[in-house]
């Protein structure tokens, strides 16, 4: 049996005694991708799919029917295929999924279309990702209207079609121990890349020489993949959000920022730090950086149960405006700036963002149109910034291009929260003592 076999069998449970009476929940598995002719992207199974199953093929079919006497869990899957199997590497088969995977029934996913529609036609509601891959939107329709077709004969069409994300989103936000578990060990492996990284720079390297220190030690460690693109940016670059050429030049006086994390196991890390390529910030670099600091340490602080979302973000707001207008780089009083929103100048994204199997991951961010209420178990980033964009004349040019993001990823505990990302330099003396034990 699959080592994760209880965990997802619990999860199956949990969504099914949530569905209404006389349903059925329908889930695919990612499609495989072309990138050019015959070559496809590293496949990545679908969070939800996995979530549910722990299977990490494609062209497979989860379907949920809570109460089926013949059984409530069924997979539909590729048969083993010895030829397919001699190209493409080894398949589970129907034969194996129950015993590997804990479903109730498995059969082939060539039969889906004689199957399924039997399944469907004794339900009134069908519960499915609607509108996400019109492929699977078509299919689903297709299967109903077999069932119309056959209504005559006695089975009935379902009446009511619902969206499933919101039931399994709520479900994927609050993580469990062994989700915990795989999250940490995700921070740790991107904390030995960002180390990496920092211990490797000097200037005259490229952007991407250090990336390749990041992906060396994820997948040396284990991580099959980063959980998004590596983002590189030395200097101006350091202003552009979601720079990922990471072509350029490193050069003496520049500040760096990383932010990359890896996927371990299905769980994503994320973090970013910002550091000096010589090993010695500039009394303008460090000015900055104490402020996103200060920020940070704020916005980790208002991370506990029963505040709301929002309180870490206004955290990191009024430090960053006030030390902002400290420095000159606003002007004005920090209350009016906040409400004016001027601050957005300088600091145009929110604090974070919930963090799981994906980077942006799954659930709601408000309930009934108010900002919701951080529970145990959830995972958020905590991620504040300054970036003076190159080419703004409104402040003296020695601040000019300094681009400045400090994240972690920080889980909301019973008490408060705990910093799953540590161990990395991260006060402007850490970094500056590392890089210079470092020196080579
Ligand atoms: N790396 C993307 C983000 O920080 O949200
Ligand atoms: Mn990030
Ligand atoms: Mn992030």
Redo the contacts with the bound molecule.
Sequence with gaps: MGSNFQEMHKRRKELMAQMEPSSIALLAAAPARARNSDTEYPYRQNSDFYYLTGFAEKNALLALIPGRKQGEVVLFCQEKDKLKELWEGKLLGPEAACDELGVDDAFPITDIDEILPGMIGGCDRVYYAMGKDDQFDSKVMDWVKVIRKKAKMGDHPPNEFLVLDHLLHELRLVKSTAEIKLMEQAAKISAEGHKRAMAACKPGLKEFELEAELLYTFTRNGSRSP??GS?VGAGDNACTL?YDSNNCEIKEGDLVLI???CEFEYYAS?I?RTFPASGKFSPEQQAIYEIVLKAQDAAIEAVKPGAAWDAPHNASVKVITQGLVKLGLLKGRPAQLIKSEAYKEFYM?RV??WLGMD??DVGDYKIDDHWRLLEAGMVT?I?PGIYIAPNNRKVAKKWRGIGV?I?DDVLVTKTGHKVLSVGIPRTVQEIESFMAESIH
């Design positions: 959980a998004y983002i979601h932010d990359a994390g994320d970013t994204h974070g963002h980077v942006h980033t991620e993001r994240e």
